[in-house]
């Protein structure tokens, strides 16, 4: 069967509250970053991206922020909800090549 | 709705039984690219295609082989699958690949190796 897998490191927040799921990449030559949900049993969904030409983008009660001296990427959820529940996925891609990497993931657990 | 397809959602094996996965996309794009996710664990890059150039990760197994028939499906053949195969199999698709550009996700199908 399938091997047991690393612990992923969870967030737990209150129904209502704001999360912030942080993120250090690994190569300070990446370009684009996404930020990935999977819920269980599903692939990973499209949250936001951001281009390292800029420090900050919104969607809808979503918020990227990317620091590149100390290549850290954060991902802020607003008035989170328990859909929100799931594994959150940092990726970065490197300008010139023809895929992501991906971070180790966070488990975000919204509680009522 | 233009989208990423992957069949069968659930596939049971039997070790070392040769097993195909698939993909397909109505998106056009030109990259498919196809990951390996275990439990708790990110997608981990197999290969993928640009076009019908295979670019295959320098640390997957011979045992993993890939097709791309046309630009719209793509195949994921396992030779003789182990115990340590079984996984979520995930089929991505990129209009481009380089210049940052977001990778689409089908479903998955979840291997079982009995």
């Known amino acids: 069967g399938e091997s047991v897998g690393l612990h992923l490191p969870t967030l737990s927040v209150q129904e209502g509250d704001n999360s912030i799921i942080n993120c250090a990449y690994s190569?300070?030559?990446?370009?684009?970053f996404i930020w990935y949900k999977q819920e269980s049993g599903k692939g990973p969904q499209f949250i936001i991206d951001?281009?390292?030409?800029?420090d900050k983008r919104q969607g809808q009660r979503v918020t990227v922020l990317l620091n590149k001296t100390v290549k850290h990427l954060s991902l802020q959820i607003a008035a989170t909800q328990p859909g929100d529940s799931a594994v959150y996925f940092c990726?970065?891609?490197?300008?010139?090549?023809?895929?992501?990497?991906f971070g180790a993931g966070t488990r975000l657990a919204v509680h009522p | 709705d233009a989208m990423v397809i992957q069949n069968p959602r659930y596939q049971v094996t039997q070790f070392g039984k040769p097993v195909t996965l698939s993909c397909s996309q109505t998106?056009?794009?030109?990259?498919m690219y196809w990951y390996q996710q275990k439990s708790s664990q990110a997608p981990k890059l197999l290969f993928h295609?640009?076009?019908?150039?295979?670019?295959n990760e320098a640390d997957t197994p011979d045992n993993f082989q890939s097709r791309r028939p046309n630009t719209s499906f793509c195949f994921l053949d396992i030779r003789s699958p182990g115990l340590g195969d079984a996984a979520m199999y995930l089929c991505?698709?990129?209009?481009?690949?380089?210049?940052?550009?977001?990778?689409?996700f089908g479903p998955g199908t979840r291997l079982t190796v009995t």
């Open positions: 991505a698709t990129s209009r481009e690949g380089t210049g940052g550009y977001e990778q689409y």
């Open positions: 190569n300070s030559a990446s370009d684009y």
């Open positions: 951001i281009r390292s030409n800029m």
């Open positions: 990726a970065e891609n490197m300008y010139g090549y023809n895929k992501l990497i």
């Open positions: 998106l056009n794009h030109n990259v």
């Open positions: 295609y640009y076009d019908k150039d295979f670019n």
